[in-house]
């Protein structure tokens, strides 16, 4: 075949081969964790009794229940403003071993101490979460005032990049 043979059957090639531009990786994930209350400040409110808010910073780890790598054995910290048991809400970050970042937004949506239950929205990541979305709901229960788990239950989409190149943050 000569070269101009060759180089016209490349071009058809491309040309009639059409790749997405951007694949997605997608799934259900359950994640358990452990949390340690790193710092915690209160603040007592006096328009009601026992009116307290707590801002609290919690450190822990987190790993995927079913053995996916998928938010697997990563570092876990959260953020929360807790006003009375009443509401509650914040923010979630998780880091992977690489470095790579997801973060979510919470609420709670029941409070029976020491138990609270809620929704999350992952809102983006850096690395290899760069573009995450997803939500789902967690169930916290408080084991002491300085330990809790949690477990977490959702779905998460990803977008990645296609034919050698990577997301990058």
Known sequence: MRTGHVALAIATLMTTT???AIAEDSGHWHGLGVLT???????KVEDRANHVVRVLDEDGAIYNADGAPFLNKARYQVAAIIDSGVTGNGYK????ADGSKA???????????PELKGTF????GTGKYTGITG?????????????AWDELVGDYKIPTAVAGTANKN
């Open 103 to 113: 973060f979510a937004k919470f609420t709670v949506t029941e409070s029976k101490p």
């Open 37 to 43: 209350v790193a710092n915690e400040t209160t603040i």
């Open 93 to 96: 970050t998780f880091t992977d």
């Open 18 to 20: 059409t790749l997405p």
């Open 135 to 147: 939500n789902g709901t967690f169930n916290l229960v408080r084991l002491s005032d300085k330990v």
């Open 121 to 124: 929205q992952f809102t983006g």
